[in-house]
């Protein structure tokens, strides 16, 4: 689906995709929730629900796709990733590698497999609240995605004051939504740490309405 047929789908479906505000440092380097800005780390989504996490990370399906990479989302059987919705905030789902896995130790040994490929720019790993991932794979995908330019994802649930999932997470935020005025849905990401640029940065990006994703 090109940018063309992917405007008209949305517009026909009485949707906006989301308005994000991305900056860039002095040197031009992109910083935010881009897939440049993520790429070669690995970054950790966490929030009370999993709401505010589902649309951000669409979100970043949708950039990496506009960049002409490949994204994959692997997760569980207890997702609450929905595919139609997803395709009417724009995504290709033709272009999306969608993998469901029996548990927590299969979505990490999916995400290496991918990682290995050097094929996809961005790998989503939907893990909810499934727990801790040990430092050894951790290890092991930090490895490949500076190696191969890869954005890596957790989606986790927790608490807001809970640690993040160890010392090889480069970038972690609390994710959060509120509806405006307007009934438009604001998605938040406060970084709590981030090994780039110091934590407290925060992200935002307004989305109109779409069933299961703000």
């Not at 569980?76 to 927590?104: H, M, N, Q, W």
């Not at 330019?149 to 480069?170: H, N, Q, R």
Request: charge should be positive.
């Amino acid at each position: 689906m090109n940018e063309s047929m992917r405007a008209d789908l949305m517009r026909k479906a009485g949707l906006h995709a989301p308005r994000a505000y991305i900056e860039r440092d002095r040197s031009g380097k992109a910083v935010g929730l881009s897939r440049a800005a993520l790429s070669g780390r690995l970054v950790e989504f966490s929030g009370q629900g999993n709401l505010a996490n589902l649309t951000l990370a669409c979100g970043l399906i949708l950039d990496t796709q506009k960049e002409g990479e490949t994204a994959a989302w692997i997760t569980g059987k207890e997702s609450a990733f929905y595919p139609p919705d997803a395709a009417r905030t724009g995504i290709d789902l033709a272009a999306l590698a969608v993998l469901r896995c029996p548990d927590k130790a299969a979505i990490v040994r999916a995400a290496d497999r991918l990682a290995r490929s050097g094929a996809f720019g961005l790998l989503i790993l939907d893990i909810s609240a499934k727990g801790e991932i040990p430092l050894s794979p951790q290890s092991r995908l930090a490895g490949l995605a500076r190696r191969h330019d890869i954005a890596i994802v957790f989606l986790t649930e927790k608490a807001d004051d809970a640690p993040s999932m160890g010392s090889l997470i480069s970038l972690r935020g609390r994710t959060s939504s509120r509806q405006d005025a307007d009934g438009r849905f604001i998605c938040s990401f406060e970084a709590v740490k981030d090994k780039r640029r110091g934590p407290g940065w925060v992200w935002k990006a307004v989305h109109h309405g779409t069933p299961g994703l703000y």
